[in-house]
């Protein structure tokens, strides 16, 4: 039985980490988390939120994810795409899922994250 989501990997190309962890950690406000010696051979980087664990993982023919993507759920949703702009990451509105208000922006590789919050009229 499935009982719960331990982590969402994306994919990066070679050489991408520094502007990685720029991103998810400075931008995003996540906490990069250690990976373990064997698979940080491999390159990469994980990170967390909470709960939350995204693992980059390198891909040699790296290819962005522009329609596949994580959700990420936030409170203050307002506060936070005025956080992600003030640090130099483009932010696009979305108002096509009822009960939420969601945004979109896409990490320094061109992956694309959605960020969302149930809106006081109450989730699906």
């Known amino acids: 039985m499935i009982s719960g989501l331990d982590h969402v990997q994306l994919a990066a190309p070679p050489g991408s980490e520094d502007r990685l962890r720029a991103y998810y950690v400075e931008v995003l406000g996540m906490t990069e988390l250690p ?3 064997v698979l940080a051979a491999r390159g ?4 967390r939120a909470g709960a939350v664990q995204l693992h980059l993982g390198i891909e040699n023919d790296f290819r962005p994810a522009r329609k596949a993507h994580p959700g990420l759920r936030v409170t203050g949703i307002e506060a936070y795409a005025a956080r992600l702009e003030s640090r130099g990451a483009a932010v696009a509105w979305d108002a096509n899922l009822p009960g939420h208000r969601r945004f979109y922006s896409t990490d320094p590789v061109g992956n694309r994250l959605e960020f969302l919050e149930p809106s006081s009229s109450g989730a699906l």
């Open 35 to 37: 990976k373990p010696p």
């Open 44 to 47: 990469g980087c994980w990170f």
